[in-house]
């Protein structure tokens, strides 16, 4: 059909030839003006097949929250709801305007968020554990960040969609695969919560859980366990969030207490944390520092920079090193064979840096599911 | 209110539109091919005008392949994302005998967890690791070899 078309316009003259080349050259004047547009709205497009991904993983998140809450802690009546409710709740962030006193506004901010999660799960699981309950705030936690994912990748979308703006649409479309990593690393942390099994931020907590273990334990701080170990001379003064429940404690509470107990008479500080991993860093590379090795909100970190500056102590830090992707996932190997190499570098820091007859003290910084002491 | 499950049909608007992109590089793509082939046929007559043919007609090829690359973020692979289940083991060890064993995790284990009485021995075991088992697809590799 082609060639007869072809033949036909050759017979016809240079006429029909001209007005198919115009045609063309119109076509393509079209497309040149309208190529941004068609761009547009293939952005939209891709940014729609992710949040239809966000959202199957967000609903199963519910779902999966819902359900874990009712085998658990066997609530009477329907749960969904008030779930709903909570997957929509917000916290607005603290006033900066004026620093001063920020600390102690975001302990008590943080306090109080943390009361709202107790008190919630409490009511939702009335027949769970301690233990299951943290695991529990962990869960729904999970299921918010997810939900908030989801809605702020659908604002974007619509509103890119009703101004049709390549800019607005831009702006999310840049950063989409960079939230899709986010989203699949919440959501594998959904069957760690789920079943209480350790995380990847729980190498800090079992690395002190090894130099621990078997030794008297005592609280020291709100969902903080300590413990006197002796090694080679020296006393070392081992920490971390109260396991197995999924919590994090308040470790900055814990060393203050530590070191106010001891009166300052602390030779070195040494922290164990999970670190963010630079793409080519093997999984599990462990690497030593210095300073206060926490994450979070900066709570913490400033309270232990200021009590360890007060005494003059040295702070010596152990990253473990992690892709996003693992921080709250079910352990990897690497991860956990890595918290062995973690513990050695601890004895030969405590060596290197200290005497016989020194007090060391050392955090394992991290959430601690799945992980005893 | 916003956006409930009852919005489908918006989402569904948006997919219309983006077919009606896919129609236009379509068009663009036949356009450009046909132009190609009055390139090919006029050549032998009318060299200039069967250069300006093919001129259009690879102009209209780049134009796609540029739209279809350029508009291709990394995330748009077909990989379904979804709430993945994993593989993860308990392993138990006697601090009496050393017995070993593993097995697939259950809910309530937790690391130094005294768990359940030796098979060999009198002793109780403990669990010293619990750890997903590796993904064996070979699809990540290892980039701290070779770099």
């Known amino acids: ?373 | 209110m916003g956006e409930k499950p009852g919005n489908e049909s918006k989402t569904a608007a948006g997919m219309q539109v983006s077919w009606v992109a896919y129609a236009a590089i379509l068009v663009v793509g036949l356009l450009s091919l046909f132009s190609l082939y009055m390139g090919f046929i006029n050549y032998p007559d009318n060299s200039d005008i069967a250069i300006i043919y093919m001129f259009i007609g690879a102009a209209g090829f780049a134009a796609i392949g540029y739209m279809l690359v350029r508009g291709k973020p990394a995330s748009a692979k077909n990989e379904p994302l979804e709430v993945k289940k994993v593989e993860v083991f308990t392993t138990l060890e006697c601090p009496k005998c050393q017995q070993k064993r593993v097995r697939d995790f259950k809910r309530g284990d937790y690391v130094f967890k005294d768990d359940e009485p030796c098979t060999r021995c009198d002793g109780m075991m403990m669990i010293t690791k619990i750890a997903r088992k590796k993904e064996e697809d070979g699809k990540k590799k290892d980039e701290s070899n070779w770099l």
Do not use: C, W
């Open chain 1, 1 to 373: 059909m082609v060639l007869l078309f072809g033949q036909i316009l050759q017979t016809q003259g240079t006429d029909l030839n001209t007005i198919l080349q115009m045609l063309y050259s119109f076509a393509f004047i079209i497309y040149l003006f309208y190529a941004q547009k068609i761009q547009t709205l293939q952005m939209l497009r891709q940014i729609e097949v992710t949040l239809r991904k966000v959202k199957t993983v967000k609903e199963e998140a519910r779902n999966q929250t819902i359900k874990t809450l009712i085998e658990i802690g066997k609530p009477t009546g329907d749960i969904a709801p008030r779930v709903d409710r909570f997957i929509d709740f917000f916290s607005i962030g603290l006033e900066s305007m004026d620093p001063a006193g920020i600390v102690d506004k975001m302990d008590h901010f943080l306090k109080t968020n943390k009361h709202i999660y107790e008190a919630e799960v409490k009511v939702l699981a009335p027949n769970a554990t301690p233990t299951e309950r943290n695991n529990l705030e962990n869960l729904i936690e999970v299921s918010q960040a997810l939900n908030i994912f989801y809605k702020i990748i659908r604002h974007y979308y619509l509103l890119g969609k009703k101004t049709m703006n390549i800019y607005v649409i831009m702006q999310v479309h840049m950063i989409l695969p960079q939230l899709v990593q986010m989203v699949e690393a919440y959501s594998s942390g959904i069957q760690a919560f789920e079943q209480g099994m350790p995380i990847g931020d729980g190498v800090g907590p079992i690395v002190a859980g090894k130099l621990m273990h078997g030794y008297p334990q005592r609280d020291i701080a709100e969902e903080i366990v300590a413990a006197d170990v002796p090694y080679e001379g020296r006393t070392l003064v081992v920490f971390k969030a109260k396991g197995p429940g999924g919590s994090v404690g308040n470790p900055d509470e814990g060393l203050i207490n530590i070191i106010e107990e001891h009166k300052g008479k602390v030779k070195i500080i040494i922290m164990i944390d999970a670190a963010g991993k630079l793409e080519g860093e093997p999984v599990g590379q462990v690497s030593e520092g210095i300073g206060a090795a926490i994450g979070g909100s900066g709570k913490e970190k400033f309270k232990m920079e200021e009590v360890t500056n007060k005494y003059k102590i040295p702070m010596h830090a152990i990253a473990i090193k992690e892709g996003m992707e693992h921080v709250v996932a079910p352990l990897v190997e690497p991860l956990f064979d890595a918290t062995d190499k973690a513990v050695e570098s601890v004895k030969r820091i405590i060596m290197d840096y200290t005497e016989p007859g020194d007090i060391v003290v050392i955090a394992g910084i991290g959430n601690t599911i799945g992980v005893g002491q």
